[in-house]
């Protein structure tokens, strides 16, 4: 009996090793997360960001990230948050996220961001269920802390790019205009090109 009890002790303290390395912790409302630091490109300052109509309210637009159109999407309103004013704290954590073959880079407005921290496996474990109706998908693990619980989050889930493939779409024409030394990161479709470009076949298709 001592025996299979022992067993079982040591299963516990196994936790998610394959989770173990360095993440990136930032605050929503007072609640902390962390994204795996390989998934993170940089953090900027809140910038102007081009709002693009007939979009959900949680994908604010796009910002022109030194000639790069890219979408910026709040995260509290993403997880059903109420909207605050943005604080000198308030940050862009601009990210990596795949789809299927293609890797897109996105920005998510954070409260604040933290620390870069070191995770051990045996300190994650599965993220608990709160139901059919509650979705934990995007939940890689829960990592135990000194301050408390740290909730491991998978981009690749978080961030459902479907609705910023048509954000970038709809935008790439009017911001074109405005710079024409940018290029719009269309998610999912691999196609990259310059405003020249763009116009060169926007006046071929006229001629036809």
């Known amino acids: 009996m001592a025996t299979g009890t022992a067993s079982r002790g040591e299963q516990k303290n196994v936790g998610m090793p394959e989770l173990a390395g360095k993440y990136l912790t930032f605050k929503l409302a007072e609640e902390e997360y962390g994204l795996q630091i390989l998934k993170v490109q940089e953090i900027i300052k809140v910038q102007d960001i081009t709002r693009v109509p007939q979009t959900p309210a949680y994908v604010k637009g796009v910002i022109n990230l030194r000639g790069r159109v890219i979408a910026v999407l709040d995260l509290r309103l993403k997880f059903g948050m109420p909207q605050v004013e943005a604080t000198e704290k308030t940050c862009i954590v601009v990210v990596q996220v795949n789809r299927d073959a293609h890797q ?105």
């Open 104 to 208: 897109v880079t996105l920005g998510v407005i954070v409260d604040e961001v933290c620390d870069v921290i070191d995770i051990v496996g045996s300190d994650v474990e599965p993220s608990p269920s709160f139901g059919t109706r509650v979705r934990t998908d995007f939940i890689l693990g829960m990592a135990k802390a000194k301050q408390g619980v740290k909730m491991l989050l998978d981009t690749d889930k978080v961030l459902s790019v479907d609705e910023v493939c048509q954000v970038s779409a709809v935008a790439a024409a009017d911001i074109a205009e405005v710079q024409p030394d940018s290029y719009v990161e269309t998610p999912g479709s691999g196609r990259e090109g310059t405003a020249e470009a763009s116009r060169g076949e926007g006046k071929k298709r006229e001629t036809k």
